[in-house]
Structure formats: C-alpha cells, structure tokens
C-alpha cells in the first residue's frame, strides 16, 4: 500500500529565505507526482506536476524535482514571499488515483 | 473561469439527516473524484467515476453514495450523517490521458453536523 510522507510537518522561515519541502513514498511504481498548494479551508490549487519520466518542473519561483528510484521529491522555493504562506501538498498517482501525504504548513513572515 | 465549481461551500445538517453536496466542471473530464479531508490531515479518495463506472474504495462507510448523471455533474449523498462525517468534502477532475491523471480540484464544502 502506498503511503506518502512530508517533513517537515511545519516550517516558519522569514521572508525572502529559499526553502525546501520534502516529500517521501514507499512504492516508487508511480505515474506522476503532483504538488499542491492550499490556503485555509479553501481546495487545492495544484502547483506542479512530475510525470515519472521527468527529473523536474519548474513554474516561476517554484522547482520541484522526483527521484523515483528512492522515493523522494522536493519543492524549492525561492526568495519567499508572505503571500507563500499556505500548506503544501504532496500526491502520487497511484493507478489512476491519488495519495496524499499529510501535507507541511509553512509560515513566512514579513 | 471557474473550471470545477462545488456547491454549496458551506453546509450544515443535523446529525441523521441526510445531505447532499454537488460538483460540477465545465472540462469536460471523463473522470471525477470526491474526497473527504479532515482538519489537518491529507484528502482521502471516497470514490471516483471512469465516465459512467463508478468506483468505490475498499474503506469507504456505505453511508456515502454517489451519482453521475451526466459528464458535467456528479453529487455525493451522505444517507444520515454522523458526527465524525464533519469535514471538507473536495471534489476533482481529470482526464484520461495515456498513464497521466492530472488533477484539478474545486473550492470544496465544508460539513458541519450538529
């Protein structure tokens, strides 16, 4: 059964500080990863998404890489913004559904 | 450009009466999801559409039922909602594409029950 893990579970940092989500799941036999974004009590909002062929994707600030072969992905963030603030959201495709890992609330502070 | 629009974003219902929350997507996506998250956890898949098959999860209670009548609509029903049903209920689309599902979500619902 596939299980996806964050850590950390949350992170405050000061504004303009690069930052790294990290991301972690146990069967790599995936098809994509996806990275999303969520504010409070609002829905997803989906950031990036890794097909399992891909090393990487980038969308402005944000770069999110995949090793598959060890079960990991990162989210980067560069020069972070209090706008940034929300919690981030890591899922694997999983057949044709997705699991989520719990989720790392970041903080960033002006 | 609202893409997957769910309604209502709030709902209160009193505990055994039964609700029903609804989703709609103008992407014309083939395949439609409902999730149930709880504060501070990650979403869980409740059961998806693959055009008209429906799919349920192993662990999903049978108070939970769906519907799709059409591409554009799908509705989760709770039959008599209990108290740990509380939650945001989040609906998603994809379309079948080779072996990429890319999925978008909507505003999502959130439950109450009193």
């Known amino acids: 059964k596939q299980e996806v893990t964050q850590i950390p579970a949350a992170l405050s940092v000061p504004e303009g500080e690069n930052l790294v989500l990290n991301c972690s799941f146990t069967?790599?036999?995936?098809?994509?990863l996806q990275w999303f974004r969520q504010d409070p009590g609002k829905g997803l909002t989906s950031l990036l998404l890794?097909?399992?062929?891909?090393r990487e994707q980038t969308s402005g600030r944000l770069n999110a890489s995949l090793d598959k072969s060890s079960g990991r992905s990162t989210l980067y963030i560069a020069a972070s913004q209090p706008g940034d603030s929300a919690t981030y959201l890591c899922?694997?495709?999983?057949?044709?559904?997705?699991?989520f890992g719990a989720g790392t609330i970041l903080r960033v502070k002006s | 450009d609202a893409m997957v629009i769910q309604n209502p974003r709030y709902q209160v219902t009193q505990f055994g009466k039964p609700v029903t929350l609804s989703c709609s997507q103008t992407?014309?996506?083939?395949?439609m999801y409902w999730y149930q998250q709880k504060s501070s956890q990650a979403p869980k898949l409740l059961f998806h559409?693959?055009?008209?098959?429906?799919?349920n999860e192993a662990d999903t209670p049978d108070n939970f039922q769906s519907r799709r009548p059409n591409t554009s609509f799908c509705f989760l029903d709770i039959r008599s909602p209990g108290l740990g049903d509380a939650a945001m209920y989040l609906c998603a689309t994809s379309k079948a594409t080779g072996e990429t599902y890319e999925q978008y979500f909507g505003p999502g619902t959130r439950l109450t029950v009193t």
């Open positions: 992407l014309n996506h083939n395949v």
């Open positions: 559409y693959y055009d008209k098959d429906f799919n």
């Open positions: 069967d790599s036999a995936i098809y994509n």
């Open positions: 899922a694997v495709e999983d057949g044709n559904k997705l699991v």
């Open positions: 890794i097909q399992s062929s891909q």
